[in-house]
């Protein structure tokens, strides 16, 4: 039968029953998850740890769980979560100086700027091997005030998940992709008549006559949008 928790019971209450030594092993441990939790956030992508740095986040998950349990249960000794605390705190102020002295460290665990626009025309190699999909590149794009891809110069997937939108000057706008809702789902794969026509998949703008079938001599896909911004 269980004994009844004594109130104000120093031992119970800053190391349970466990060994000193233990303490070493925690601090172990939280190495290593700080490791699993930072490898983990790196592979699924900017989009997930958008607003925050990967070892924010990570500090956040990792403080945050540690935190908790101690709250509750009584077998949870404070000096095991506080070890838990400096470990991880060290882990992240040794983390970002690495990255801040390392670039290639730097990119490989925070990623760097990709090209995923430039004039008009989404670059499917650098969309393609980023965790975005076409809808919320538009998305953004829309809420950056773009109507239409023939208005960007260039839009740039940042290392933290935002989306920099660089815009053509007025001059230079040229016919594209019309990324509003109504618009861009009015697709065409047999063009009926001749015009200015932008590829839904990767925003080429090409003049096509009549033709059933037509494919985009960029990325080979045939579904198309009347362009917008035609004079």
Same mark, same amino acid.
């Given at each position: 039968?269980?004994?009844?928790?004594?109130?104000?019971?120093?031992?119970?209450?800053?190391?349970?029953?466990?060994?000193?030594?233990?303490?070493?092993?925690?601090?172990?441990?939280?190495?290593?998850?700080?490791?699993?939790?930072?490898?983990?956030?790196?592979?699924?992508?900017?989009?997930?740890?958008?607003?925050?740095?990967?070892?924010?986040?990570?500090?956040?998950? =990792?403080?945050?769980?540690?935190?908790?349990?101690?709250?509750?249960?009584?077998?949870?000794?404070?000096?095991?979560?506080?070890?838990? $605390?400096?470990?991880?705190?060290?882990?992240?102020?040794?983390?970002?100086?690495?990255?801040?002295?390392?670039?290639?460290?730097?990119?490989?665990?925070?990623?760097?700027?990709?090209?995923?626009?430039?004039? =008009?025309?989404?670059?499917?190699? #650098? $969309?393609?091997?980023?965790?975005? =999909?076409?809808?919320?590149?538009?998305?953004?794009?829309?809420?950056?005030?773009?109507?239409?891809?023939?208005?960007?110069?260039?839009?740039?997937?940042?290392?933290?998940?935002?989306?920099?939108?660089?815009?053509?000057?007025?001059?230079?706008?040229?016919?594209?992709?019309?990324?509003?809702?109504?618009?861009?789902?009015?697709?065409?794969?047999?063009?009926?008549?001749?015009?200015?026509?932008?590829?839904? #998949?990767?925003?080429?703008?090409?003049?096509?006559?009549?033709?059933?079938?037509?494919?985009?001599?960029?990325?080979?896909?045939?579904?198309?949008?009347?362009?917008?911004?035609?004079?």
């Amino acid at each position: 039968m269980k004994e009844p928790v004594v109130a104000f019971d120093w031992q119970r209450i800053f190391l349970h029953d466990f060994p000193g030594l233990y303490l070493l092993e925690v601090a172990l441990r939280t190495f290593i998850m700080f490791l699993v939790i930072l490898l983990a956030l790196r592979v699924s992508g900017k989009r997930e740890v958008k607003q925050l740095s990967v070892y924010e986040l990570v500090l956040v998950i =990792g403080l945050g769980s540690a935190a908790g349990d101690p709250m509750f249960y009584d077998d949870v000794p404070l000096l095991v979560v506080i070890v838990v $605390f400096v470990v991880m705190m060290s882990c992240y102020k040794l983390a970002t100086r690495i990255s801040d002295k390392n670039k290639k460290i730097r990119v490989a665990l925070e990623g760097k700027p990709v090209y995923v626009i430039e004039n =008009g025309c989404i670059d499917k190699q #650098n $969309f393609d091997e980023e965790d975005l =999909g076409l809808d919320e590149l538009f998305a953004e794009l829309r809420l950056s005030g773009v109507e239409q891809l023939g208005q960007v110069r260039v839009a740039i997937l940042e290392p933290h998940g935002e989306l920099s939108v660089f815009l053509q000057e007025d001059k230079d706008v040229k016919p594209g992709l019309p990324i509003l809702p109504k618009l861009l789902n009015q697709t065409f794969e047999d063009i009926q008549e001749a015009g200015l026509y932008a590829c839904r #998949n990767c925003g080429n703008v090409t003049k096509l006559e009549p033709q059933p079938h037509a494919c985009c001599k960029r990325c080979d896909h045939n579904c198309w949008v009347k362009a917008q911004g035609q004079s």
